[in-house]
């Protein structure tokens, strides 16, 4: 499921979004015969247009909604037959075109008389709303992260299941068209796996919030509490579900189950975006919830640590600070000090790592800045770095990184530092830093002192 995750980072990565619309070469003839001024003037009349258009649907789509809220009255809004998406998308587009005639007469009207100019501003105003490339692959990749998601828990409950055959309830019998299907082969290893792929296929084709119920009553792990998102992690399922069924739009089934925060001015038959934005942050809460989930499953069922789990949950926590996602690095240092028991050798990185993260989230109080200066790194000159970083201690930060090039099995270049996000915080704020990096310390020789020989100079 990392894998996925970082596959799909690096993805939308290099797709890019590609040039703004007004750059495209469609527009190339009319731009060709209008002044740069003119075009100026154009383009910002067509987003001033785009930006109405979008307020006044959304304030439509608003209308409806509260309209349908007290026509009900008394009734249950359940018990009401929802009107087939088609119609409603149909309504939708009804006033989307009437309201876009009136926004564009209201913006474009001045540029009539000239035809070339009004011409590129109607061709500019429909490439404006073409669909960007990270908002198509976007809508691919939802699904291949869902069902990661989905494989990487139905692993762990096969693991679980494994040892603990009852945790979900009795396993299933195995039913006599597979016994006649496998006829002799069939063993007791091989009728405990059947049963086991039974029972994980039936618990992941339940409703998450079956999964929250069930987990917490076997593991006593509430996935709704683990540093990740919960609601954007269901609205993400359901979110996948309308892109394949419903077409990437709003459908019933989805505004009665994704949480209030993202129903706000949607209808059935609105699109939903899938664009670079929401699937990095749907990458971001997903890695956080399987690495979270894996770690306290290996910590319940085997009395593992994070850290031997996830060998790179440290480098994890860097890439997250250098996307500035600071509260979901903190969140996964907390996993590795809190749970299982990570060895002493590991725990001052996160240790060092969280204290970062809480004073870039502006939560470093009296007692945490007491804990750094308490914290004692004389057998590690790496954390000793880390400790004057974080104290902003400019003579004891260029005296430990001056130790650590000294060291006989020391190391010190500008790439191991530069990567560090607390580094480059160093770095910015002391140009002396940035210069002993840069330039490398000088070591300390070893060697004793030549002898001077003895005696007159002949």
């Known amino acids: 499921m990392i894998d996925t995750v970082t596959t799909a980072r690096v993805l939308l990565k290099e797709a890019g979004d590609g040039p703004h619309y007004s750059q495209s070469p469609a527009l190339k003839n009319y731009q060709r015969v209008i002044s740069t001024s ?41 018990a009401i037959y929802p009107i087939s998406e088609e119609i409603t998308t149909v309504a939708l587009s009804a006033y989307f075109g009437s309201t876009s005639r ?39 990749l939802l699904p291949v992260l869902v069902a990661g998601f989905e494989d ?31 006829g002799q082969n069939l063993q007791t290893a091989d009728v405990d796996r059947w049963a086991i792929d039974k029972k994980v ?32 992690v269901y609205e993400a399922i359901q979110r996948r579900h309308a892109v394949i069924h419903s077409g990437a739009r709003v459908d019933a089934e989805y505004l009665s189950k994704v949480h209030q925060r993202f129903r706000g001015g949607l209808i059935v038959g609105i699109p939903l975006v899938c664009d670079k934005p929401y699937i990095e942050s ?23 640590s994070p850290v031997e789990i996830s060998p790179d949950l440290i480098d994890r926590i860097i890439e997250l600070e250098n996307q500035g996602a600071w509260a979901a690095a903190a969140t996964l240092c907390r996993l590795a000090l809190e749970v299982g028991a990570t060895p002493d050798a ?23 800045r007491r804990e750094i200066e308490l914290f004692d790194t004389a057998q590690d000159s790496w954390l000793t770095v880390g400790k004057a970083a974080l104290l902003r201690d400019e003579a004891a930060i260029l005296r430990a990184i001056t130790a650590l090039a000294n060291e006989p ?8 530092i530069s990567h560090m996000p607390l580094m480059k915080r160093c770095m910015r704020e002391f140009p002396s830093v940035e210069r002993l990096v840069e330039q490398g310390p000088a070591k300390t020789s070893t060697r004793p002192p030549k002898q001077r020989k003895s005696g007159r100079r002949r």
């Open 409 to 416: 099995k020391g190391f010190l270049n500008r790439r191991n």
């Open 346 to 368: 590991d725990r001052g990185e996160f240790l060092i790592n969280l204290w970062y993260c809480k004073q870039e989230m502006g939560m470093e109080d009296p007692g945490v």
């Open 282 to 304: 749907i990458c971001r809460e997903f890695e956080i919830f399987v690495l979270q989930l894996g770690a306290r499953f290996a910590s319940h069922f085997f009395k593992a």
């Open 152 to 182: 990487y828990l139905s692993a762990l409950l096969r693991t679980a299941l494994t040892v603990y055959d009852k945790g979900l309830g009795e396993l299933p019998s195995i039913p006599y068209e597979v016994y006649k299907l496998y």
């Open 102 to 140: 009136d926004v564009m007469a209201k913006h474009l009207e001045p540029y009539a008389e000239d035809y070339i100019q009004f011409q590129y501003a109607m061709r500019l105003f429909e490439l404006s709303f073409t669909e960007r490339r990270s908002e198509l692959l976007g809508r691919a």
């Open 38 to 78: 003119d075009r100026k003037r154009i383009e910002r009349a067509v987003e001033d247009c785009r930006s109405e258009l979008r307020e006044r649907i959304q304030q439509k789509a608003q209308e409806i909604e509260q309209e349908d809220e007290f026509s009900l009255g008394d009734v249950n809004p359940g």
């Open 201 to 232: 296929t039936d618990f992941i084709a339940g409703a998450p919030t079956e999964w929250v119920a069930r987990l917490r009553s076997w593991t006593k792990i509430d996935i709704t509490e683990m540093g990740a998102d919960w609601p954007l």
